[in-house]
């Protein structure tokens, strides 16, 4: 039903616009184009001109136009390649540009001078690519695997971006192993999320995480946009497109191999690790990467396939972290003789169709089956907790699927179309190298915040189905002044998972003392629906120098939730649930303009501006948090006094109440049908509802030399539609204040001993009531999420295939929930390897305001990220010597993660200065139950910076006219340092020791044969 109203207003907009006016476009984000203005040798413009670019690219061979009143033309929706522009008119001499080299997402200016002569008269012109883009406003980095190919590149994934893009901050060094081949980058320019995308259509699956594993063999370019991007993309952060390799009417094909193993790394403990607790650190014991590739005819001019084979995987050693020597026991014991490691496998088999139907009609077809295995997963992540407290999965069956049309109907008409399947099943399950039975129990212990003996409570789903179906179609109309373009997008996002916890109960210590018990109502199943809808029209105008953008972009994204019914388990019955339409229903318009102005018309220098409202990109994981199961309390902590020192509840865990050694449920409704978390209107349904943000870019590029071009440029954007969860039952009122004092430590700020204050704690009357709301911000107060950043980039393609590029960026990001609801008190929220306090967020997370919470007497609730904590130097670079050696290096220097520390402090120490015991604790005596409390101001500390230098040499040999063989030993961390990349950040014995950072200086063999 869905389906059909959705689908068919997105075609009845788009009639409406091709019948008003000629609109449309086939253009992606990425799609390139050819423009500019002819003129005679007076200088004046020359309109009715014939202008043909010609590539092998091109499924037509030749795309021809005519230049317009103002002599201009313009030839968009082309594929990156090599071009020749000819230029005709009667009575003039031919005029041709060749060389022209055509990257994605990019309009060449060429404009052409024509002298009069006989037609038969041909100036052909050889000259550099042009290297400024003086109509598209889209900031963006395109690597090429050409460039891929002659870099440091390690195992060649979405992960090399990061390296190469100033500004861009991800998985730092898990482009040297290939480690999470499909996650990429966390956040550029305060901006969360990366939309990551396979010939314009995402590769995520339903719930947004990792879907396809990217092969890197069947991509010829990669794009990653970062602002200034247009109407024609829901793009809330990055977005980063992959544009397939095609086959061609002649046989060629290439093969290459990767290989590290330990023996070729070198060890980067150092004291200052040893100092901290460290005896071992992130090793890896053999990364590899090899494939094939070969495409060609079927029939020439006809049928073209291109096949890619690829088979990568690594294994690493975790730093820190070791098998527990007593598994099954109440307590972790390292065994140092086993220390623990992650195994990684992947399998690509890819096949791409192109099929020329007819002169005008191209179609083309992908399938990439793929199988994976995490096995077990995450273990060498920065995550802390015991090796089998981590989950496995194997990922099949999965792959990547689809099928596109293109259309150029005339010289000014073009439509296309796509359609996609991303294919995920990845159910987990507990990896039995690790000894975990059944009977096993996860238990946490908060002065370390390691989990151990199971996995963490609620990571096992022997269900996990998440796949994603995406449909587009766009048409263009294209004039000499104007590149019109409407369309639309629709993708159908379905999760089907189910989770288990053993015993359906997780066990909380405190320096091994039991303080709390987790009882959970599995098993169940939840099952989510999702429809993201999306329509745009758009024109870019050229008028004389300037260029114009402006569009308007509708977004639809609704929910839904089938029947449902859940088993009972020892603490709960069964409950059955109904259907649950518009979950939600979020409506938006957004408009996008920019300008780009050619300086002084020679295409050599731009100054460009945009700004755009860019919605969310959400996945099923919003229809997921409105499932009334996942709004139903199907987890609840109660206090433990383990009074005859059993390690085990003596107590009737279906009483909710206080008995036995245990206290009561910390909520009431636990196992009810009445779900507690209800969300207002005005958080899930209309306009304007959905988290957005406004971005704004202004920059100057210019051309200093013949292949040499810088760029600077202003940031800045600024998110709304925060929703926040208010406990209709409690107010500020209910909640009882109280202060702390820090821990003597000198790694503390000024060594400790100051005073935590404005802490809060809800009155015991209240304690366990909750029916909470989740709405809109603005209905308390006013939170600020603003980032403003700078950045300077270089990009030189010199003689002798020389080539350097890089840049500085950094900012300043603020983040501010200066207001209450409830508690009037900062509530931290604790992870493995990072501390997230509520004030820095990102937009569409439910973040806790407060504003009594001090330390030494400075606010917590208003957190400033400063330049400094944001800068960052990217510097690549490659030289080809004589004898074909060619040298090549990557460059990174990069801040360090913030510093913070979550301290379990005890109800013995609280009481005094809240004047009771913690609510949790009811009236049993002792209590042992302790409350979390921040230590550090966030964002004042940060550890050390991270600097990397990765270092190729190469060797070609021709050796036949067709063959090329080329040899690479490789050098990563060049300098071997051991920057910090995430470390325990609960307050006690392990503090600030490192989980992840930097891998030792490794060699790399590889190898790659073209023919």
């Known amino acids: 039903m869905v389906r059909t109203n959705v689908v068919g207003v997105g075609l009845s907009v788009i009639m409406y616009v091709l019948l008003l006016s000629p609109a449309a476009s086939a253009q992606q984000a990425t799609a390139s184009g050819i423009a500019g203005v ?17 590539s092998p690219a091109l499924i037509e061979k030749v795309r021809s136009v005519v230049t317009d009143g103002e002599g201009r033309y313009n030839i968009v929706d082309l594929r990156p390649g090599t071009y020749s522009v000819t230029f005709t008119l009667p009575s003039f001499s031919t005029f041709k540009r060749e060389g022209i080299d055509l990257p994605s997402g990019f309009t060449a200016t060429v404009n052409g001078e024509m002298k009069i002569g006989a037609l038969e008269e041909t100036v052909t012109v050889t000259g550099a690519a042009p290297l400024v883009d003086t109509q598209n406003v889209r900031k963006q980095t395109l690597v090429s695997s050409d460039l891929l190919n002659l870099l440091p590149s390690s195992v060649k994934n979405l992960n090399n971006l990061v390296s190469l893009t100033p ?78 390799k095609e086959g061609a009417n002649n046989f060629s094909g290439a093969a290459n191999g990767l290989y590290s ?29 090899s494939g094939f590739t070969l495409g060609g005819p079927i029939k020439k001019d006809k049928l073209w396939f291109f096949h890619s084979f690829r088979e990568w995987g690594n294994e690493r050693q975790a730093a820190g972290k070791f098998f527990n020597a007593t598994q099954g026991t109440p307590f972790y014991t390292a065994d140092t003789s086993r220390p623990a490691y992650v195994h990684e496998w992947y399998e690509s088999k890819a096949t791409r169709i192109t099929w020329r139907a007819t002169e005008r009609n191209k179609f083309n077809f992908f399938v990439d089956p793929q199988r994976d295995c995490h096995c077990p997963a995450n273990v060498a992540s920065g995550r802390i907790d015991a090796p089998e407290a981590f989950f496995s999965y194997r990922l099949t069956p999965a792959g990547l699927y689809q099928a596109t049309w293109n259309y150029p109907a005339t010289n000014r008409l073009l439509f296309e179309a796509g359609t996609a399947l991303v294919e995920g099943s990845w159910p987990t399950y507990s990896e039995s190298i690790f000894n975990v039975k059944p009977t096993d129990i996860a238990i946490t212990d908060a002065a370390s915040g390691i989990t151990y003996n199971a996995p963490v409570a609620g990571s096992i789903n022997p269900i996990k189905d998440v796949p994603r179906w995406s449909q587009r179609f766009t048409t263009s109309y294209v004039t000499g002044s104007h590149a019109f373009k409407s369309g639309f997008q629709l993708e159908e996002l379905v999760q089907d998972i189910s989770t288990i916890v053993a015993g359906n109960v997780a066990y909380g210590f405190n320096n091994r003392v039991p ?34 953008t402006y569009g308007l972009r509708y977004d639809y994204f609704k929910g839904l939730v089938p029947v449902q019914h859940v088993e009972a388990n020892a603490w709960v019955p069964a409950r059955d649930y109904p259907e649950i339409n518009n979950s939600p229903l979020w409506k938006d318009w957004d408009p996008r303009w920019g300008a780009a102005w050619d300086v002084f018309g020679d295409g050599k220098t731009a100054v460009k501006v945009a700004m755009g409202r860019y919605v969310a990109r959400n996945s099923t994981n919003i229809t997921i948090a409105l499932n009334p199961i996942t709004t139903s309390i199907n987890t609840v902590t109660r206090t433990w006094t383990d ?15 206080l008995n036995g050694e245990c206290g009561a449920l910390n909520n009431t409704n636990f196992g009810g049908i009445n779900p507690t978390i209800h969300y207002a209107d005005d958080a899930i349904n209309g306009y304007g509802r959905r988290g957005y943000n406004w971005d704004f870019t202004s920059e100057i590029q210019h051309q200093l030399r013949p292949g040499v071009s810088v760029a600077g440029g202003y940031y800045r954007n600024w998110y709304g539609s925060f929703l926040t969860t208010d406990n209709t039952l409690v107010g500020p009122a209910n909640f009882d204040s109280y202060c702390v004092t820090a821990p003597t430590d000198s790694r503390l700020p000024g060594g400790g001993g100051y005073q935590v204050c404005g802490l809060y704690d809800v009155n015991p009357s209240k304690f366990g009531q909750v029916n909470n709301l989740v709405t809109q911000t603005s209905n308390y107060g006013k939170q600020t999420q603003l980032n403003d950043f700078f950045s300077v980039t270089v990009n030189a393609r010199l003689g002798s295939g020389a080539q350097f590029g890089g840049g500085i960026d950094t900012g300043r990001s603020v983040n501010d929930v200066c207001y209450n609801v409830d508690s009037p008190g900062a509530v931290p929220i604790t992870g493995a390897g990072a501390s997230l306090l509520p004030g820095v967020t990102v937009v569409g997370t439910n973040p806790t305001p407060f504003t009594a919470t001090t330390i030494d007497g400075q606010h917590f609730c208003r957190v400033v990220t400063p330049f400094r904590a944001q800068t960052q130097l990217k510097t690549f670079g490659n030289y080809t010597f004589p004898k074909d050696i060619g040298v090549s290096l990557i460059f990174q220097n990069i801040s360090g993660p913030p510093v913070t520390a979550t301290y379990a402090v005890s109800n013995s120490v609280i009481a005094p200065s809240l004047g009771r015991n913690l609510a949790a604790c009811g009236t049993r005596s002792p209590c042992t139950n302790t ?18 230098l990765d270092l190729r040499i190469n060797k070609r040999v021709q050796l036949t006219q067709r063959v090329r063989l080329t040899g690479n030993l490789n050098l990563y961390n060049v300098l071997n340092n051991s920057a910090i990349q995430v470390e325990n950040v609960t307050y006690g014995p392990l503090w600030l020791q490192p989980s992840l950072m930097q891998d030792g200086r490794m060699v790399q063999f590889s190898a790659n044969l073209i023919f």
């Not at 699956?205 to 010829?220: L, S």
């Not at 409350?931 to 990397?948: F, K, M, S």
Request: hydrophobic letters at 35%; aromatic letters at 8%; charged letters at 15%.
């Open 643 to 657: 009074t005859n020192g059993n390690y085990a509840p003596d107590c009737d865990l279906a009483n909710k109440g």
């Open 38 to 54: 002819v003129r005679d040798a007076s200088g004046g413009v020359l309109p009715g001109v014939t202008v043909e670019a010609a």
């Open 931 to 948: 409350a979390n409390v921040p230590l550090i101001l966030p964002q004042t500390l940060w550890e050390g910076r991270y600097t990397r």
């Open 515 to 548: 303080t709390q018990v987790t009882q959970w109502a599995t098993p169940y199943q939840t099952r989510n629906n999702v429809k993201d809808f999306g329509f745009f029209a758009q024109d870019q105008w050229t008028i004389k120098r300037l260029t114009l």
């Open 261 to 289: 193993g330990k023996s070729l790394q070198s060890n980067n403990l150092n004291d200052s690790l040893r100092a901290r607790g460290l005896t071992t650190v992130t090793t890896v014991r053999y990364v590899f990467d």
């Open 167 to 244: 500004g861009f901050r991800g998985q730092e060094g898990f482009d040297i192993t290939g480690g999470y081949t499909g996650t990429v980058g966390v956040a550029y320019h305060g901006k969360g999320g990366t939309n990551v995308a396979f010939d314009g259509m995402q590769i995520a699956h339903a719930t947004g995480g990792q879907g396809y594993n990217q092969n890197q063999e069947t991509v010829q370019e990669t794009v990653l946009s970062t602002s200034g991007i247009s109407a024609d993309t829901n793009a809330d952060g990055v977005v980063i497109n992959m544009v397939p």
